[in-house]
């Protein structure tokens, strides 16, 4: 690969991360503590993630596709959403501002993008990447902002469980688009839709915590 498409790529990668940071920072005052733990724990979950992988996903699980994305979206849930309350609950439980919360889900969707997406060096990043980056990191700010809430709030307990829920639906949706039941046009609007619906769902919850 060209060294101007490598240059290409990094700035398609970093140009939404970087805004939103810029933002977090400028306006909510977001400290780099919190993105750093989110750096670190999406790295030791996948440590384990990719343990239970392992042990669940069998090659006789793999010759049914369906059971095979319906049960990987469960464990990248199960692991992920635990990770964050166990962070916001044990690790940072002081931290207890939106912008913690925020820079925490930043953190934690762009080690999963630069562990599970992309090699600069070999692969092409194209705008609709770009967007997907975006999306990434919107679900995982709504998610974070459900388990925030189930920590902070007594009354919103239910938080992680949806966390949870709308997690494997989320990641379950592409098994549509590769078991060639919808279009790859129809698979990304949905998950985008799904997507900005969990996000405005989220937010509201956490307006409910009175911490905003």
């Known amino acids: 690969m060209k060294v101007f498409e ?3 790529n990094t700035i398609l990668f ?20 919190p993105l750093l733990v989110g750096v670190i724990s999406y790295m030791m979950l996948s440590l384990l993630r990719g343990l239970a992988r392992v042990i669940v996903l069998t ?6 596709p369906w059971l095979f994305y319906f049960l990987s979206a469960v464990i990248s849930a199960v692991f992920e959403e635990t990770a964050r309350l166990i962070v916001f609950k044990r690790l940072i439980p002081s931290r207890d501002t939106v912008s913690d ?4 889900a930043l953190g934690h969707a762009e080690a999963e993008v630069i562990l599970t997406t992309h090699n600069f060096f070999t692969d092409e990043v ?14 995982s700010s709504a998610v ?5 809430s189930a920590v902070h709030a007594e009354g919103l307990r ?4 949806m966390a949870v829920l709308f997690h494997v639906l989320i990641d379950f949706i592409p098994a549509f688009y590769f078991c060639g039941t919808v279009s790859i046009g129809v698979y990304l609007l949905t998950e985008l839709l799904f997507t900005v619906g969990i ?14």
Request: a positive charge; glycine letters at 8%.
């Open 6 to 8: 490598i240059i290409r």
């Open 14 to 33: 970093l140009c939404v991360p970087v805004c939103w940071w810029v933002f977090l920072r400028k306006k909510l005052k977001a400290d780099y503590f």
């Open 59 to 64: 090659d006789g699980v793999r010759e049914n």
């Open 101 to 104: 919360c925020l820079a925490y």
């Open 126 to 139: 194209t705008v609709i990447d770009t967007v997907g980056f975006a999306e990434g990191i919107a679900f």
């Open 144 to 148: 974070s902002l459900l388990v925030f």
């Open 158 to 161: 239910i938080g992680f469980p």
């Open 199 to 212: 996000t405005i769902y989220s937010y509201k919850t956490y307006k409910q915590t009175g911490l905003i």
